[in-house]
């Protein structure tokens, strides 16, 4: 694996007395797409929310860029380099595609840099280019989807944290997400991926985790859990 650039340890987070996550414990290396699979409620999400600070553990650290954040503000958090696309998006559908883009380097004063990485946006992604001036909620859930990914890019971040990217999309645009987000680290970015879509987020992955009920119960090489039976069986309906 790559130098280290997020290490997860023993992560234990309660919502009241229903604990969520059971001692978890995962790596993402610099350079590499990672991704946590499992079904609805295996604790995805609450462990992004806890990765991104959102969310505070009872238990475990959080290490990012060799600095513990376990209780560090989300929005310092981002101002170190790291990026949220939550899921269902969350744009401001009453501002335009330019706005929501701009809101995304909020933690930024290189105006130059900010309007490089807006250009790099644009090209990466023609059709908000094209709608640069329209209102955001004007959007299709293929274009919002991107809209988020575009305006994670402006914060300039070294890690990508990605929720569900493919949720409520049609197949032709699920496939285009996934090769946006490949094309994220060929950029060289980082990226930590939760996607209920097994089979695209392993064949996009250099390693993935198997969360169930609030723990980890496999890991490995991305194309060794794709090509395991118990994998195939609970996630990839084969």
Do not use: C, W
Not at 79 to 84: K, R, T
Not at 142 to 150: D, F, V
Not at 155 to 170: K, R
Not at 204 to 231: F, H, K, Q, W
Request: hydrophobic share 40%; glycine share 10%.
């Amino acid at each position: 694996m790559a130098e280290t650039l997020l290490k997860v340890e023993d992560l234990h987070v309660y919502y009241g007395i229903i604990q969520a996550l059971k001692g978890i414990s995962f790596e993402v290396g610099r350079g590499e797409i990672v991704s946590l699979i499992g079904a609805n409620g295996a604790g995805k999400t609450t462990t992004l929310h806890t990765v991104t600070g959102l969310i505070h553990p009872k238990q475990g650290s959080v290490v990012y860029k060799g600095e513990e954040i376990t209780r560090i503000p989300a929005h310092r958090i981002v101002s170190m380099g790291m990026a949220h696309v939550p899921e269902g998006r969350r744009i401001f559908q009453g501002l335009s595609v330019y706005d929501n883009l701009l809101l995304g380097a909020y933690s930024r004063s290189d105006k130059d840099g900010i309007k490089r990485d807006m250009e790099t946006v644009f090209e990466q992604f023609p059709r908000l280019a094209e709608r640069r001036s329209q209102l955001a909620g004007t959007l299709s859930g293929g274009e919002q989807q991107m809209l988020a990914m575009g305006r994670a890019l402006l914060a300039s971040p070294e890690l990508i944290v990605m929720d569900e990217p493919s949720m409520g999309l049609s197949p032709l645009l699920v496939g285009e997400v996934f090769e946006i987000i490949r094309s994220f680290r060929e950029a060289g970015k980082t990226v930590l991926l939760v996607e209920q879509n097994a089979k695209k987020a392993l064949s996009v992955s250099d390693r993935a985790y198997v969360l169930e009920n609030g723990a980890i119960t496999m890991s490995g090489n991305a194309a060794d859990l794709a090509a395991d039976d118990r994998v195939r069986k609970a996630y990839l309906g084969a």
